[in-house]
T-cell receptor
Framework: EDQVTQSPEALRLQEGESSSLNCSYTVSGLRGLFWYRQDPGKGPEFLFTLYSAGEEKEKERLKATLTKKESFLHITAPKPEDSATYLCAVQPYGGATNKLIFGTGTLLAVQP | NAGVTQTPKFQVLKTGQSMTLQCAQDMNHEYMSWYRQDPGMGLRLIHYSVGAGITDQGEVPNGYNVSRSTTEDFPLRLLSAAPSQTSVYFC??????????????FGPGTRLLVL
């Protein structure tokens, strides 16, 4: 069964304290892995797509990496405005490409 | 572009009532999806569409109905609301299935409370 597990469930950082969020996945074949950011009361906002092991994408203080079993979202020198829930989703091979399987997210709080 | 829009933002229903959640996109996207988000369970796919006139069931389709008569609109119908359908509903759309086109963009959500 295709599955996505994110850890930790919640993370509290001081401003400037770098860390990583983990997304472990089990899928018969990976077409793509997606990272989203979700602010309270809002819809998920797209961050990155990764397609193959070894691939990396960067945007401001965020860098996403991918291996054959997991993805990491590295946050370098975070600021309070980076506080949000970060969601990971996988798109398996086979079937329609708009069938995403989501993890439950990591709630990140960055304190000034 | 307005992107993906959803109405209403919030709705309260009584058990047994029916209603339609509206979703529209102005990006000429072929693919559209409906998800529900519940605490501790992540986003789960309800129904999806790969083009006008084509819909299919996702992971949790029971109690919901969809149709896609135009490229822009993808309404979700609750046939007879139950308290278990209390949730936040998100609509999403993507351009197509080619690499780089499959990114889904989400609407702001509809919060539904069924009493």
């Amino acid at each position: 069964e295709d599955q996505v597990t994110q850890s930790p469930e919640a993370l509290r950082l001081q401003e400037g304290e770098s860390s990583s969020l983990n997304c472990s996945y089990t899928v018969s074949g990976l077409r793509g892995l997606f990272w989203y950011r979700q602010d309270p009361g809002k819809g998920p906002e797209f961050l990155f797509t990764l397609y193959s092991a070894g691939e990396e994408k960067e945007k401001e203080r965020l860098k996403a990496t991918l291996t054959k079993k997991e993805s990491f979202l590295h946050i370098t020198a975070p600021k309070p405005e980076d506080s949000a829930t970060y969601l990971c989703a996988v798109q398996p091979y086979g079937g329609a490409t708009n069938k995403l399987i989501f993890g439950t997210g990591t709630l990140l709080a960055v304190q000034p | 572009n307005a992107g993906v829009t959803q109405t209403p933002k919030f709705q309260v229903l009584k058990t047994g009532q029916s209603m339609t959640l509206q979703c529209a996109q102005d990006m000429n996207h072929e693919y559209m999806s409906w998800y529900r988000q519940d605490p501790g369970m992540g986003l789960r796919l309800i129904h999806y569409s790969v083009g006008a006139g084509i819909t299919d069931q996702g992971e949790v389709p029971n109690g919901y109905n969809v149709s896609r008569s135009t490229t822009e609109d993808f309404p979700l119908r609750l046939l007879s609301a139950a308290p278990s359908q209390t949730s936040v509903y998100f609509c999403a759309s993507s351009f197509g299935k080619a690499k780089g086109q499959e990114t889904q963009y989400f609407g702001p959500g509809t919060r539904l409370l069924v009493l």
